[in-house]
Antibody
Framework: QLQLQESGPGLVKPSETLSLTCTVS??????????WDWIRQPPGKGLEWIGS???????YYNPSLKTRVTISVDTSKKQFSLNLSSVTAADTAVYFC?????????WGQGTLVTVSS | EIVMTQSPATLSVSPGERATLSCRAS??????LAWYQQKPGQAPRLLIY???TRATGIPARFSGSGSGTEFTLTISSLQSEDFAVYYC????????FGQGTKVEIK
């Protein structure tokens, strides 16, 4: 059974870089026709797609976040990572990692990241 | 960016009744539309993709319809475990979500 688990700091200071890792178990992260995505949800609000890294190595980012986002993959560790730079309070959210074929079929449980000094 | 608008924001329904949720896209997304269910403190769960195809393990009481800009999720007979927030999601052009419809107990 495929499982995804987010990890990283729960508190980040304004203007710093938010860094999260998603560890995949129960399936290969490479050599498959899937993409591996990050999605976030501010407290009490809806979902926002952040971006993805695909099996081809290509990355895709939400245009509204593109200048601040980097997503990378480490296939040897079965992990993919999110870096979001120059964070503000508006970046406070639960961050989910997910697997995507056409749609998001497997999700991590999510991790709350608060941006505060 | 394609904007997804869901209505109503909150739907009050009695157990056993039918619930009909709507989702409208600001431009055509063909049938590249999915629905997710989210309960408090949990990740979203895929219900429907391709506008009308149930995901693996999803009960038949969930059904989706529509194409282009107008979509509907119907829950034919609400069970206690169905009270949650439902999101539509278009994947025709980048990826955007609706703001959600909360289905609550009447």
């Amino acid at each position: 059974q495929l499982q995804l688990q987010e990890s990283g700091p729960g508190l980040v200071k304004p203007s710093e870089t938010l860094s999260l890792t998603c560890t995949v178990s129960g399936a290969s992260i490479s050599g498959s026709s899937y993409c591996w995505d990050w999605i976030r949800q501010p407290p009490g609000k809806g979902l926002e797609w952040i971006g993805s890294v695909c099996y081809s190595g290509s990355t895709y980012y939400n245009p509204s976040l593109k200048t601040r986002v980097t997503i990378s993959v480490d296939t040897s560790k079965k992990q993919f990572s999110l870096n979001l730079s120059s964070v503000t309070a508006a970046d406070t959210a639960v961050y989910f990692c997910a697997r995507r074929g056409e749609v998001f079929d497997y999700w991590g449980q999510g991790t709350l990241v608060t941006v505060s000094s | 960016e394609i904007v997804m608008t869901q209505s109503p924001a909150t739907l009050s329904v009695s157990p056993g009744e039918r619930a009909t949720l709507s989702c409208r896209a600001s431009q055509s997304v063909s049938t590249n539309l999915a629905w997710y269910q989210q309960k408090p403190g949990q990740a979203p769960r895929l219900l429907i993709y391709g506008a009308s195809t149930r995901a693996t393990g999803i009960p038949a009481r969930f059904s989706g319809s529509g194409s282009g800009t107008e979509f509907t999720l119907t829950i034919s007979s609400l069970q206690s475990e169905d009270f949650a927030v439902y999101y539509c999601h278009q994947y025709n052009n980048w990826r955007t979500f609706g703001q959600g419809t909360k289905v609550e107990i009447k």
